[in-house]
Structures are given as C-alpha cells and as structure tokens.
C-alpha cells in the first residue's frame, strides 16, 4: 500500500513538473508576450529595453530562466509579478484561496443537497412521470453555458428588476466572513446558485441510478422482508450505499474547483478568487502568477486524482498491481 | 487610458522628447474642448520663471473639507514606484502625492499645461548657454514620514531615475551629464556633474549636455519626483514611498484596494504647484467589473470609475445622468498604421485606397456617436499646434473630411495592382477595438482585397504591432498625448529614429522612413529653438506631405468621459493629468 | 426521440442560413452596416441609432423588429443577428460533432493502446493524459492563437490557419481526450483479464488480431455513448472559448462569438445574448438526452467535466 502511494506521488510530482516546463515554454515560444518591452514602457529607448531586460533576466538562457522563478517561487518564496511590478505573487494567490473556497464550498452544499433531493424523489416515483422530468431538469442545468447563465442572472437581478424583486441584492464583488456571515452569504447567493445548476443535475443522475440498482441488492430485499417501510428503506439503506458513488465524483470536482475551474464563474461575478486570478494573468500574460495559478490548480487536480486512486487501491486490492 | 491596461498602453502621458517650449512666448494652446479659450498661460519658455497668473487657481473651501472618496477601476496599475509607473491611471494620483522641483498646474482648463515651481522656490534662468539649472530649494517642507527633505534627496533622486530602469530613463533624463554611464552602469550610478546638491546653501544645479528648452516640463512628470534618499534602489512595488505631497498612499494591493490618507506633514506652500485636498481619505478599490462600477456610481456608492463606461450604458449615463457626466476633449487620435514595407500597403496607390475608403463616421459611430469623437483627416489633431485644416481624402472635396469614396477607393486599388491580396487586420480585443477592426475588415473586402481580422489580447496587441517581425500589414491603435507639441505626433510616429526593425519598442509602426521628410521635421525641430509659430507652419507642411505618403489612416479624435456620482463636487479637468482627484468634495 | 426531431429541425435551420439570408432578412450577415437604414412601418430609421437624449452619447443597435427584418434585432456592427445565428449555429454544429469525434478517436487509441499492452506504454500514456488534464486550456488556446496569426501551424499533413475553425476544433477535441481515454483503458484493462481474451491469447493469437477482434468490438459501443455528449461539451467550450476571443473569428460567427457580441449590449440589447444562449442549450439537452439511453445501461458515471 504505501509502496503504491509513493509511486503515485512520484507520478504526481512529475505531472507537477512537466505543466510547469510545458507552460513555460509555450509561454516563450509565442511572439509579442516577450515581458521586456511592456515592462520598460510606451516608446522606451532601445538602451532601457536592454537594461530591463537584463534586470529581468530575459536574456539568460532559457533554462536558467526556468530555474530562478521556481526557485523564486518555491525557495525564496518572493517571486514577484511582470506586470504589477513588485507584486508578489505567493500572497496574491494566498488571498484569492478564502474567495474560491467561499464560492466553492458554498456551491457544492447546495447542489450536493439538490442532487440528494432531486436523486431520492426520481427513485421514489420510478414509472412515473415525475422521474424522467427531474432528470430533464437536470440535463438542462448541465447544459447551460455557465457564462452566459451568470450573465442573464445579472441583468435580472442587477438590472432589470434591481429596483423592484431583486432590490435585496448587493452590488457584485466579494465580501469576506469577517465582515458578517449574512453579507457573505448575500453577495455569494447568486454565484453559489449559478454554480450548483451546472453539478445538481448530474449528481441527482448518478445517484438515481446507483440508488435504482441498489434497491436490487440482497441487503435491501432483506431490509423489506423485514418489514421495514419504504421510505425508510430508501433513505437508511438504498441511498447511504450509493452515497459511495458520488464521493469520488465530487472529489474530483471539487479538486478542479479548488484549483480554479470556477473561472468562468468568478469571472462572471466580479470575485476576485484563483479562477479570476488565472483568468487576469491571462490577459496581462503575467507568466510568474500563470505558473503560480497553473501550479497551484494542477496541484489540487492531482491531489485530488491521487486520493481517490488510493481509495480505491483501498477498497480494491487488485488495482495496486496494475 | 485604454480599459485598466498596464504599463504600455494606458500610458497617454509624456512619450520621448518634444515637450517643445516655446521660446517665441507663443502659446501652443492645445486644441480647447468645445473652442474653449485658449489661455495664453505661458508655456514655459526656458529658463524664464514664468507663472502666468493664477486665477484659474480656486482656492480652498474648508466648509468641504473631510469625507471617504470612493473610486473603482477594474484593475489596479502595477507598481505604486512613482519612478517606474508609466499609467496615466496612477499619474493622476501622483498629482496629489508626489513633487518634482517643478510641476505642471493642478488647475481646470488650459492652464494646466503650464508648468510652476514645486519643490523648488522658483524656476531658475538658464546659465552656461542653456545648459545649466540652478533650483533653490523651499525650507521647512518634509517627507510623509517626518524626515527632512534636503539636497540629498534630490541628488539621489535623480540617481534613482536610473537605478530602477526608469521607463523614460533613455528618453527623457539621457541629456543630464553623466547620465550614459548610469544607462550602462545603474548600480554605479552617480551623475557626477550632472547633479550636484549644495546643503549649505540648499541649491541643486543641474547641468546639460546640451541645451534642452523642453527640460523643465520633463522635471514635471512624476519619475522626476523627489523622494527620500531613502528610498530602495530598485522598484518599490507595492510598497509605498514616503511623499511630500497633500496625500500619502497608507496601504496598496493591487488586487482589492489603495488607500490615501492626508499626509501629517503636509503644509500648502503653492497652490496652483500642490493644493490642500478635500477628502480625508482615498479609497480606490479593484477588481469589479464596468458594467457593475456604473450601477455603483448611479447608485451613489462610489465617486467616481476610472474605466471608460461600456457602449450600452453610455445612452443611459447622458440622459438620465447627464449632470454628473463630464466630456472633455482629448488631444489623441485612433488611427489605422499602414506597414510601408509590406505588401499590399507597400504600393502608394493601395494605401491612398485605404484612406480614401474609410468612413470615418461609420467608426466615430462605433466609438460611441459623434458627442465622444471627431473624424480626422490630419495626423495633428484639430486645434493642435501645427495643425492646417486640410483633407486630401474626401469626398465632396473640403478641408475637413465629409465623406469617404469607395468608388475611387476601388479603382486605385485595381491600378495598383494589388486587388485579390489577402490583408490582416491586427486588433485589440475589447469591444470597441474590434468593432472597429471588424468595420475596416469589412471595408477592405468591399474594395477589392481579401481580408480578415485577428483580435488579441490588448496587452500585447501594442507590442505585437509595433515588432516588424510580426509582418503586421494594417492595425487599429491609438496614440494619446498629453502636451502641444506637433513633434510628438509626427517625429515620434513617422520619424526615421522610431522605427528599430525587430523590437517590440518601435512606436513607428508603418516603418515609415522617408528622407525628404525627415529632413523636413529635423529643419522644424531646429525652427523651434527661435520661433514656434514658424516652426508650426513648417508641421503643418509635414503632415501634409506625410498624409501624401499615406502611411497611416488617421480616424478619429476622442473625448474622455468622467461620470461622478450625485453628491460629487468641485470636478476639475487638467489636460496634463485629467480629473483632480484631491480637489472633489464629498461633502 | 422527441429530442432526435428537434436536433434536426435546428440542423436544417442553420443549413438553410443563406436562404434566411438572402430572401427573408435581405442583410449580408457578414458585411458591417454601419450607416445602414431599414423602414419600418413606413419609416426610415437607421439601424444603428445614435441617442439623441440628454447628451447625446452612445449608439444603440436597432432593438427586435419582430419582423422578417432584423427579427432579432443588430449586433453592434448593424448586422442582421438572426441571420447569424442561423450561420453561428453551422460553425457551432460542425466544431460540436467534429471535435467530439476527434476526441473519442484519439482517447479511443490511446485508451485501447494504454489499457492493451500496459506497463511502460501505459506509464508513459498515463502520466501524459494528467499532465493534459491538469493543463490550462485557456493559456494553450490563448497563445495558440498568438502564435498562428503571423504563421500557420503544420501538424503531419494537416495545416493550421489561425482564422480556420480546424483550431477550435483540434484544440477543443485534444484538451478532452483525458476523460473519454481513462474509462477506455479502464475498459480495456477488465478485458484483458477476461476468459476469452484470455484464451485468444493462449490460442497464440497475434496482438493486431486481439484488439481487432475482441478488443475493439466491445469498446466501439463506450466510444459511440460519448459522441453526442462530447458534441454537447464540446459546443459548450467553444462558447466559452468565445468568452476569450479565441475560436471562431470574425466575421465568421458562432453562437458562442454571438453571446460574446451580446455581452457587450445585454444591458440595452439582451436579445442578442439570450437568443444563441438558449439555442445552444437546447442544442445541448437534445444531445445529453440522446446519448441517456445508451448511457445508462452502460455507465451510468460516464460523465464529463464541463467549464465551470
């Protein structure tokens, strides 16, 4: 077991480093983002443009490049921003992690509570009409375009009936716990809810299925032979057994949402977390936070790639020797 | 001044060289928004202290003083080192914070081009042919942080420009004797005999390598600002430097917010050079979007957004707010560089087409109707030192442009030999940018060439067109200047010496480089040492020799939109630095 | 089927764009009409109207007519958004199914090559579908796009233009290979140990004659289930891809590029943005719904990551 998860973690780490070289190198490879130019400013002198970039180091191989940011990043810890110039980038990332977290742990007790919902009333009412209509409902959530979906929601409740529904709704942006759990939860309703349509429908669909198959299971026969009724055979037998299913979805899930995946919804929103983050660096072709944004979000893709392979080495012994 | 840019672009501050003075005494009045006066506020002739009057200075109302401003800017500027900032998004903070010896002044309208001692008590005759600046400096004046300020301050400061790389370090400071060495040797830096500080007498002289009429106006923008000697050699960054001005940055992350607090130290000593403010404290948050900065605004809950107001609020803002919109005309032109050295744009005939074919109203249209911009026909803007109405590309014939011609558009196109090429349009990819890169794609397809249009992002748009190895053919950009000079425009854009093949800092992007012409500006350049009205007629013969050359299309002229909220007051507009942010009352 | 009905009147629609077109909306729906007019009722308005109240600031795009005639209104450019919606949704449609089908046949041979001959291949494959699944789309499209304006970008026999829609379409179908690969080799992997590979293999059979004969048959159906919902994610990156400028360019239009023009009016003009917003949905919950069925017998965890 722990001479699997060791060479799971070597494999992580290595996946760790190839994205960051791979970023780099594309980063470099691409003409008009070398950071000199914009660095040194509008119609700079060719002398300052050579001074910049010899402070920068831009003129060093690139391989030495590659080698001072990360150990600026991870060693000496001060790796500072191209654009926002002496900006550090550690605290910028650190700072983003509590709006994403808000976001995202937000996000996901909603829908998870949804999905357990929509999941356990589509089961109850299998050959009715209500079933497939939940799981419609469902599909739909899944196939909204997240952007476009967050964007309708503010001009309804930013606009269109600010004034007279929506009129309780703050101004977009984030405001941290410590300035009150009712102003947090306010100005993250809305994301929260944007968020948690996109997953709702699939996990109510999972589990529909794993709860369905479940209720052929011996121990739930046994459950009713004795007597037990059906919604209580439903909820404490059916539902805790398929609950398994879902926790390595929502792991993998909630890692890339962690790790940034919430972009386009952060962005949508105005909230100033990892996504966002990522998605500014981006337009600034801010490489020093790209690579901390990337770094960190594949950190958390693979970690969360990582536990779930060793739960299921866990449960499943026969994974380790493959 | 484009969207929360950084850095480059956004920066429509001072570029290289020509603040020409003039020595004449004639005003360079930049073009008045809506014909305002021009006030014949002295613009600096060298050497010569020349205040002008200050009644356009207003003076302080205590009854308005205290009270939290708010501002709101999409995102923040980069680094707070007033040496190394470039934005005009900070420079106008600056206004209020930081002080060179000299510095432009903080009034409304066109006097504030003019420039007035600072730091300095006055400004200083030129001795040794030109070449040399003695500044005495104010006494009693001290940094934010309790520290005196002396003659060493101003020494290192000086040094500073060229320790931190300074943007402008090559271009504007390279005439300060020993300032070559400091280029190649920052860290040695000294400027031994370039500036020498005096601390017994508390003088400064500053001596030349040659005669520099524009000097002082160069000693006016903020990476010419004292700091303490303190301050560390290399980019502060998010830290702030302590500052001499009304104001003091208390905290800074470029992420969510700056703050200002008044500055304990601080007692007005000029006016029209650094005016007591009326808030208490400046708070500049980040990071919201602009459609959500304009409901904010509306909504009273923040003064003020950096941002230009996204198209589709803009019929909002002027009706239903129109009271708290101000629009003032700027001195900048959207123009379309032709790159003289590649096909199709290599034959005179295809780029004449070019600036025949364009409706510049169908583009003012995209920007926002004609109350935010004006078709040109010049490469100087209308009003502008230099500028002679003249128009070789309309259609009915006029001075100014009326109309664009397709049909002859068409036809040059056929002479030249060029229909059927493909063409590329480059652009930035905000709205504005590509709707307008959509228009001229469209427009080169309906005469006679085969084209598309490639957005990218805008931070790396301004270098990607400027670096001749992109192969760039046509682009849509912008060139903001803040200062009447007409060498800005025409040497600084088509000037042999703009144009470096290779580098991403090549400002003349049709790789324009004519000998005739550039003979032209040198003999006006050096016109402008004796008289600038003279000197302006020779502009004028340029760009019009220029727009036969058609290397580029110029478009249109903007205007700048500032909308307050309700309870905003004192609105003021410096043509140098844009709205005085110090001076608005809250209460 | 009720879903199968829809998705092919939304086919023949968008097939039928130049018709639209050229006899019911009478608009080039790629050329830019700026100082353009239309009458209606009688009278000449332009189609790009500047305000007139107040100061006068701002150009509003002619609102839905409702009628044959800018149906649903300008685009910013004075360009029918109808007609280009009808022509977004080719684009849409052709970068949906051709990225979908590109991605299940690229993860189909890494996912058969990897979960087949195992050990150092799969090492190998493995490690790279994470390092693509933790990889920043965005920044690859993002500089992609950078580096094909100037030059084209020539992988073996295919030839990349940056205005071409091969390059949604290649970027799109690789950055999901990952999700299809892993249950394939998963898939693969449980064959392998089965009694009858088992026995082909103690047969002698040679490795080509396996995967072709015993392997392929039993993946092939996993492949198909993910066709129509690689197409719905994929149609909905692209959307996303749009969000960034990157993917289809203009004037060519996509509905992802038309919610993105939108964006820009949605406070005076949603329907811009609204309309190829719910198209794409539907388009989206056709293509899930039709891929259900197979699905769920099947895999019922068989499911994708989409942008969040």
Known sequence: MWRFAGKRALAALLVLFAISVLVFLIFFATPGIDPAARIAGRNASQETLTQVRASFGFDRPIWVQYGLMMQHLFINRDLTSFVNRGSQVIPQVMQAIPVTLSLVFGAALIWVVLALIMGVAATAARGTVIDPLILVIGVIGVSLPVFWLGEVVNLVTQSRLHDTVFAWVPQLGYVPLTDGVGPWALHLLFPWLTLAVLYAGIYARVLRSEMVASMNEDYVRMARAKGIGETRVLIRHSLRTSMISIVSLFGLDFGALIGGAALLTEVVFGLQGVG???????????????LACVLYASFFVVLANFIVDLLYAWLDPRVRHV | MRLHRIATVGVSLLAVGALAACSSGSSPSPSGSSGAAASSASAVPSGSASVGNDSDVRPYDPAHAGGTLTLLAKGAAGTLDPKVNYTLQFWQLYQGTYDGLTAFKHVDGEGSFTVVPDLAESIPDTTNGGKTYVFKLRQGIKFSDGADLTTDDVVSSFQRIFKVSSPTAGSFYNGIVGADACIKAPETCTLEGGVVGDKTAGTVTINLTAPDPEFLYKLSVPHAAINPKSAPTKDAGNTPIPTTGAYMFKSYDPNTALV????????????????AGYPDEIDYKFGLTVEAEVTAVENNQANWLYDPPPADRLAEIGSKYASQVH??????????????????????KARQAVNWAIDRNAIVKLYGGANLAQPVCTILPPGFPGYEANCQYTNPAGDTWQGADLEKAKQLVTESGTAGQEVTVIVADDEVNKAVGEYVQSVLNQIGYKAKVKAISGNIQFTYIQNSNNKVQISVTQWYQDYPAASDFLNVLLGCASFTPGSDSSINMSGFCDKKIQAQMDDALKTEQTSFDEANKKWAAVDKAMMEQSPMVPVMTPKLIDFISKDTGNYQFSKQFYMLVDQLWVK | MGSLVVLIIIVLACIAAPLYESSIAHTDAFTSNVAGTITINGQTVPVLEPSTEGLGLGVNPIAPTWTAQYFLGSDNQGRDVASRILYGGRNTLIIGFASAILCCVLAGIIGIVSGFFGRGVDAVLSRGLDVLWAFPVYLLAICLSVVLISSS??????????ASILLPIVIIGIVYVPYVARPIRGQVMSLREREFVQAAVGAGAPDMRLLR????????????????????INMLTEAALSFLSIGVQPPDSSWGTIVNDGVGLLYTRPWVAIAPGILLAITAVTLNLLGDGVRDALDPKARLRGAA
């Open chain 1, 276 to 290: 966002k983050l990522t998605y500014d660096s981006l337009q600034n072709f801010d490489l020093p936070v790209i």
């Open chain 2, 327 to 348: 629009v003032n005309q700027l001195t900048a032109f959207w123009y379309l560089p032709l790159n003289v050295n590649l096909a199709p744009f290599d034959n005179l």
């Open chain 2, 260 to 275: 200002m607090v008044r500055n304990p130290n601080f007692k007005e000593w000029s006016r029209a050079a650094q005016p």
């Open chain 3, 153 to 162: 970008l020539t992988i073996g026999p295919v030839t990349l233009s940056s």
């Open chain 3, 213 to 232: 004969r015993e392997i392929l048959p039993n993946v092939l159906p996993t492949i198909i289930v993910f066709l129509p919902l690689m197409a719905a």
